[in-house]
């Protein structure tokens, strides 16, 4: 179906309002007003509610979002009294979310939205606006949004998970990672403390872990091994940076163990990341300018091996985590992720190994000249003549 063309309408805004009479002018005065444009669709003019729902319903489930929210918009804006116009402007902000049209989304879901008091769909809208002020990255707006939500006394505990768990995130990406840390701790001190823990959803607890972890990794990848540095202040560096790995590791490991599959599929790439990562700082890395070649050499050689087995830990993290989304049949961007990156440590293994194998071989020397044969010796020897 094609876009119909668009009319354009100027009205009158009562909001407007001057006075554009000049000074010694007597004629009465005139009134001016600024113009407000409204954008109508002849397409769907001749369309009422009801089959606007119904087309908007239909393109949203064959995943033409574009279209549901040309329809479902069209619904909200047009027909006021409308017994499907809160489920419209919901759906208008999903298919708008979709196409990644925040702002739009914004607004569509904001109608709705009622952190403080909202049920059903006012709740659920007020959990979508936090979520498409995440992505317009109005961090303080979505903060406040998602903890009048927590702080609430009505809630299921699962929905005061949730805002908790979204909150902490949003305190991340806002800088705040020690605020994020508090507040996600938090969250999985509820999760674990519940009565009805069994039964509650894992999906937000195994996130709260997950993004723990990626707190520990982003504080990980902020230690830098610096080859200016001695000896001794490159050893600590890099045991502190081991030190964050493993703490990043675990966070990712607990949130495995949740048993949320899109989450463990997540946190399965991340530890073979992080080994990754570090194989890369490793492997990059000059050696400290005090050592001289000998001792340059006799560095690079033991970095080497701890670098090796990096390698194997990477593919092994990797291999796992691709078996464990085949059998659950998990679905994720991290799934390709890890093939992509389990093919290329495996290469790099490779490459090491027939590296090493290339400096143990001793290249073979070059055979002597054999001597040159003696000299014939033809005086007294009488030469046999042809027959």
């Not at 606006?129 to 995440?134: P, R």
């Not at 091996?305 to 994720?332: D, F, M, N, P």
């Not at 799934?335 to 490459?351: F, I, P």
Request: glycine share 4%; aromatic share 8%; proline share 5%.
């Amino acid at each position: 179906m094609t876009r119909g063309l668009l009319v354009l309408v100027v009205v009158s805004s009562s909001a407007c309002l001057r006075n554009v009479r000049p000074d010694g002018d007597d004629r009465p005065p005139s009134v001016e007003f600024d113009p407000v444009v409204i954008t109508g669709d002849l397409e769907l003019e001749k369309l009422n509610d009801e089959e606007l729902f119904a087309a908007g319903t239909s393109f949203y489930a064959a995943e033409d979002y574009a279209q549901a929210a040309r329809y479902f918009g069209r619904l909200a804006d047009f027909f006021p009294k409308s017994r499907h116009r809160r489920a419209a402007l919901y759906n208008a902000g999903l298919s708008l979310e979709k196409v990644k049209m925040w702002e739009e989304a914004y607004q569509r879901f904001s109608e709705l939205s009622d952190p403080q008091k909202g049920t059903g769909d006012a709740l659920d809208a007020a959990f979508r606006v936090a979520e498409t002020l995440y992505h317009l990255e109005r961090f303080p707006d979505a903060i406040a949004v998602l903890d009048a939500i927590a702080t609430r006394t009505d809630l299921h505990i699962d929905k005061i998970i949730e805002a908790r768990t979204q909150q902490g995130i949003c305190e991340l990406e806002s800088g705040k990672s020690d605020v994020a840390e508090s507040t996600l701790r938090k969250v999985l001190a509820m999760y674990q403390e519940a009565p009805d823990k069994d039964v509650l959803d894992d999906y937000f607890p195994a996130q709260a872990q997950f993004f723990l972890g990626e707190i520990f990794r982003l504080h990980y990848e902020s230690i830098t091994l610096d080859a200016n540095k001695t000896v001794d202040e490159l050893a600590k560096d890099l045991e502190y940076k081991a030190e964050l790995l493993l703490s990043s590791q675990g966070h990712y490991l607990r949130a495995i163990r949740l048993g949320n599959g899109y989450w463990a599929t997540a946190a399965g790439a991340q530890i073979g990341g992080l080994y990754e990562n570090l194989y890369d700082h490793m492997i990059n890395a000059e050696a400290p300018r005090e050592l001289n070649r000998e001792e340059a050499d006799l560095y690079k050689s033991e970095l080497r091996k701890k670098i090796r087995v990096l390698l194997s830990k990477a593919i092994t993290v990797y291999e796992r985590t691709l078996e464990a989304a085949e059998r659950i049949g998990a679905q994720s961007p991290f799934v390709e992720k890890t093939r992509e990156s389990l093919k290329r440590m495996k290469d790099l293994l490779l490459a090491d190994a027939k590296a090493e194998e290339a400096e143990e071989v001793p290249a073979k020397p070059e055979p002597e000249p054999l001597p040159p044969p003696p000299a014939q010796q033809t005086k007294g020897k009488k030469k046999v003549p042809h027959t």
